[in-house]
């Protein structure tokens, strides 16, 4: 089993920044691929970025020059750097890891964490 705890979420306003972070513990080995997720309110669950163990990243178009994602494999913590955000990136964020490569694909994500929000203001 891998537990996955994710920090870092908040209130900002338009144009500001935040930084999630989530530590994963267990059986770690599992967390070949890792991810962060989104949800808003009425909406799907929705991939925002991913790295894989070579350090390879993956992002949605809607975040591509904004978000960062990395990874602290030391520590076992993966980060979401997110910047230029705005009201649409509103939602609650999830963390997210699975022991293979595609793990931006919702039904195939073994591992999750209980969620951050992250609420952007005008």
């Known amino acids: 089993q891998v537990q996955l705890v994710e920090s870092g979420g908040g209130s900002v306003q338009a144009g500001g920044s935040l930084r999630l972070s989530c530590a994963a513990f267990g059986h770690t080995w599992n967390t070949y691929c890792m991810a962060w997720f989104r949800q808003a309110p009425g909406k799907e669950r929705e991939g925002v970025a991913s790295v894989i163990s070579d350090g390879s990243t993956s992002y949605t178009d809607s975040v591509k020059g904004r978000f960062t994602i990395s990874k602290d494999n030391a520590k076992n913590t993966l980060y979401l750097q997110m910047d230029s955000l705005n009201l649409e990136d509103t939602a609650m964020y999830y963390c997210?890891?699975?022991?293979?490569?595609?793990?931006?694909?919702?039904?195939?994500?073994?591992?999750w964490g209980q969620g951050t929000q992250v609420t952007v203001s005008s």
């Open positions: 997210a890891a699975a022991p293979h490569p595609k793990c931006l694909v919702v039904g195939t994500v073994p591992y």
